[in-house]
Structure formats: structure tokens, C-alpha cells
């Protein structure tokens, strides 16, 4: 049968989703709807990587190898993030959204897609400071178990922690960052008391369920990755997650304008992408 001219590009798209079908049936590991373009960007830098001329090749040695599906799956979740990104994000969690969670006896918070850890730490640091520590269960949630394992261990190149520290000032630091780190192993070792209130734990928004009840969510730079269904399936999953009058923040591109969930929230701090879940 003639394939009718079909083009390159056009093959490459059927050989992604037998991939990504491969990768979930296999591994249960489902990035069938992410966004296609960052997808596909990134399977190729996978594939390069392992030197390998195809898709449909490397879904042979994803198939066959569990590591070459453990690096794979790695680019597909790969997350740059630095402590206090966006500081004016965490200023305003600071400023406006502490007040709010004092009132609570006890607080649990949801750090999802927290990769390795920088967004955790930042957060731990910030209710240390506010007094909110003591009284505090953070959940830190990935499907990466490798940026989990690295979240844990709390350990970052010390050639970043200008960066963090300039961060962390503008963010409202009452403190030096550097009281909260010491340097060894050839990094910047945070305080290991900053993860002894946190469970770190597997968590997928594509596939999982509601996780616990929280007072805070911060999900910042992953549904970018998402479509829009997939979208609609995280807020929603954040909207029954959360307790009413609980606060969720999102990343400086996203937005609930669009979700079929948009009713359940009210805008909080609008600049900041925090809302807040109804309460009725």
C-alpha cells in the first residue's frame, strides 16, 4: 500500500503516540496528553541522546530496557527550578497568604511536581521564618523518583546559590540564606530539619487521585506541560483537594481563565496567579 506522500513529520507523530502508548502500558507512565510540541522536543533530545535513529527504535528499547525508559522518562519530567523563583510569588504567599493560614490550627501543604526540591526547601524555609513550621505537613509530590530522591537529600551546586540568595531577599527573607545551608559534598547541604515535617511521595496528575486535604497548593510551571483536558483533570483534582477557603498557586504562564473549573476559585492575588477555593 502506498503511503501517499505521507511526510516525515507526519510518521513522526504516529511513532510519538506509539511511544508514549508503549511507555504507559509498559511502565504505567502517562504523558499521552501533554502538550505534543514540548513532548516531542523533548523525546528527541532522549533519543539523540541515546543515539538512536528513531522514534519506533527507541520505543523497541524502551520496551526491552527499563533504564533506557528510566533516562527517557527523566527528559520527559526534567523541571528547572531555583529557591524563591519568582520571588514576588513567594512575597505575596508571604504578605497576603500567611495571614490567612495562622488562623489554622494545623496546615497541609502540597508541593506538586516539586522536582528537586528547590520549591519545597523555599516554602519550609519561609513558614520557619512566619512561625507556621511547627503546625505544618508538606506533602512534596513527583513522578520522578530520581528529582524525589534529590529533593531528599537537599544537596545544590554551589555555583547556584547566588542566585537562590538574590532570591531569597527579594522574596522577603528575614534571615541569611545561609543559615539555613552549609556547604560539603562539593555543594550547598541545607538543614535537615527543614524536610523533617515533609512526606515526599510518587503522585501523578495525569492518573492518581485527590491527595489528602490541603490549606495551600503550589503546582507553578507544570500544567504548561499539560493540554487542555489534561488541564481541566489537575484543577479539578486541586479543586477536591483543597479545603474551602484554601489557596492554590500557579505558575507566572498558567491560569485558571480557561479551566471548566474556574467557578470554584476566586482570584486572590491576581499578579501572582494565586486564587483562593470558594467557600460556598
Not at 69 to 95: C, G, H, M
Not at 154 to 169: C, H, Q, S, V, W
Not at 189 to 197: A, G, H, M, S
Not at 249 to 273: D, I, N, P, Q, T
Request: glycine share 6%; hydrophobic share 40%.
Amino acid at each position: 500500500m502506498n503511503d501517499g506522500g505521507m511526510d516525515s513529520e507526519k510518521i513522526e507523530d504516529i511513532e510519538i503516540r506509539l511511544l508514549l502508548e508503549a511507555l504507559y502500558r509498559r511502565y504505567h507512565y502517562d504523558f499521552r496528553n501533554y502538550a505534543q510540541a514540548s513532548i516531542k522536543r523533548r523525546l528527541r533530545q532522549a533519543r539523540e541522546r541515546q543515539g538512536i535513529k528513531t522514534f519506533s527504535a527507541l520505543q523497541d528499547r524502551i520496551l526491552h530496557d527499563p533504564a533506557v525508559a528510566a533516562r527517557v522518562v527523566r527528559f520527559l519530567t526534567v523541571q528547572v527550578s531555583d529557591f524563591f523563583r519568582d520571588p514576588s510569588y513567594f512575597k505575596a504567599i508571604r504578605e497576603k497568604v500567611v495571614p490567612h493560614l495562622k488562623t489554622y490550627p494545623s496546615l497541609k501543604i502540597w508541593i506538586a511536581g516539586c522536582s528537586a526540591g528547590e520549591e519545597l526547601h523555599s516554602f519550609a524555609i519561609l513558614f520557619r521564618e512566619e512561625g507556621l513550621e511547627d503546625r505544618t505537613l508538606f506533602y512534596a509530590t513527583d513522578i520522578n523518583q530520581e528529582a524525589l530522591d534529590a529533593a531528599a537529600r537537599g544537596i545544590y551546586p554551589l555555583d547556584r546559590i547566588a542566585a537562590f540568595t538574590e532570591n531569597y531577599r527579594l522574596a522577603g527573607g528575614k534571615a541569611s540564606l545561609s543559615d539555613y545551608y552549609t556547604t560539603g559534598y562539593g555543594g550547598a547541604v541545607f538543614d535537615k530539619t527543614l524536610r523533617e515535617r515533609v512526606v515526599f511521595s510518587d503522585h501523578s496528575l495525569v492518573t492518581d487521585a485527590v491527595f489528602s486535604e490541603m490549606q495551600l497548593i503550589s503546582c507553578r510551571n507544570v500544567m504548561i506541560y499539560f493540554d487542555k483536558p489534561l488541564q481541566d483533570r489537575a484543577v479539578g483534582l486541586f479543586r477536591d483537594s483543597l479545603a474551602r477557603g484554601g489557596f492554590l498557586g500557579l505558575g507566572s504562564k498558567e491560569s485558571l481563565r480557561f479551566s471548566e473549573h474556574a467557578e470554584a476559585f476566586s482570584e486572590f492575588v491576581r499578579e501572582e496567579k494565586i486564587y483562593q477555593r470558594r467557600k460556598v
